[in-house]
């Protein structure tokens, strides 16, 4: 039999499941927030969330680009996951996620998320279905020293 090792926190992600998990003093290989736990993933969850070091993050639902940005300042986080970006704005301070390996974004990266994202000097692998593609952001990621799929 297959065990599940995705944690998912309870709807709402209610903060004694995260303070749970920090008392457990163990990081969390995989953490999974699908819609069922949030349609939205907003600063105010990624706040909560971000005190929890976590390898893999599989954000299964929509995901503001400020929410985004405090999600990437997880402790240990290596893989991100993202169901859609929303909303308007920069994405910003991509450099400081420096464990990050892998990010993948299936909807709403534009050309200029794209030229953010290449900051990001660690990255591996990227995915980034549905992204607007300019010719400057090519030039971006071609430029990436790490990046070995894309």
């Known amino acids: 039999m297959h065990k599940d090792t995705w ?15 920090l008392t ?5 290989a995989q953490l999974d927030v699908p819609m069922a736990v949030t349609r939205v ?9 971000n005190r929890l070091p976590t390898q893999w993050l599989r954000l299964w639902c929509q ?7 405090q999600a990437l300042l997880t402790p240990e986080l290596h893989t991100l996951d993202v169901l859609s970006l929303r909303g308007g704005g920069k994405l910003r301070d991509l450099e400081q996620a420096r ?3 892998t990010l993948r ?18 990255l591996r692998e990227l995915g980034a279905q549905g992204a607007a593609l300019s010719a400057s952001a ?13």
């Open 138 to 150: 090519i030039a971006a990621l071609a430029d990436m020293p790490e990046l070995q799929a894309l």
């Open 99 to 101: 464990s990050l390996r």
């Open 63 to 69: 995901v503001t680009r400020s929410a985004f940005r």
């Open 105 to 122: 974004v299936c909807n709403g990266l534009t050309a200029q998320d794209l030229i953010r994202v290449s900051r990001c000097t660690g």
């Open 41 to 49: 993933f907003s600063v105010r969850l990624a706040n909560r969330l």
């Open 7 to 21: 944690s998912k926190p309870d709807a709402g992600i209610p903060p004694a499941w995260v303070q749970a998990q």
């Open 24 to 28: 457990r003093n163990a990081p969390l």
